[in-house]
C-alpha cells in the first residue's frame, strides 16, 4: 500500500519544518487578517506551532507575521492575533 504524502510547513517562530497538522495557520486576504482554524481559509498563509508560547514570542519580536504575509500589520491587528493564539493555546 502507498504511504500518504504529509504536506510540511514551517514555523515562522522557531522556523522549524513540522507536519501541517502540528501547526496553526494565520491568513491575510484582501486586508484582513484571521487566524485559520481549518487551514483552508482563503489567502496568503504563515504558520505557528500549536502548543507554542516561545513560538508566538519569537514571531512577535522579529516581525515575522509582516514579512510571512507581505503586508503591513497595525499594532492593534497584531495584538488582536497574537491574543486569539494565545487562548487556543490554553484550551
Do not use: H, W
Request: positive net charge; hydrophobic residues 30%; aromatic residues 4%.
Amino acid at each position: 500500500m502507498k504511504e500518504r504524502n504529509v504536506p510540511m510547513r514551517r514555523c515562522i517562530g522557531c522556523m522549524e519544518s513540522k507536519e501541517k497538522n502540528q501547526l496553526i495557520r494565520i491568513a491575510a486576504y484582501e486586508g484582513k487578517i484571521t487566524v485559520d482554524t481549518t487551514g483552508k481559509a482563503k489567502g496568503r498563509g504563515a504558520y505557528l506551532c500549536k502548543l507554542g508560547g516561545e513560538c508566538l514570542e519569537k514571531a512577535y519580536k522579529r516581525r515575522a507575521l509582516e514579512r510571512s504575509l507581505n503586508v503591513t500589520v497595525t499594532a492593534e491587528q497584531k495584538d488582536a492575533i497574537f491574543k486569539q493564539l494565545t487562548e487556543l493555546n490554553e484550551r
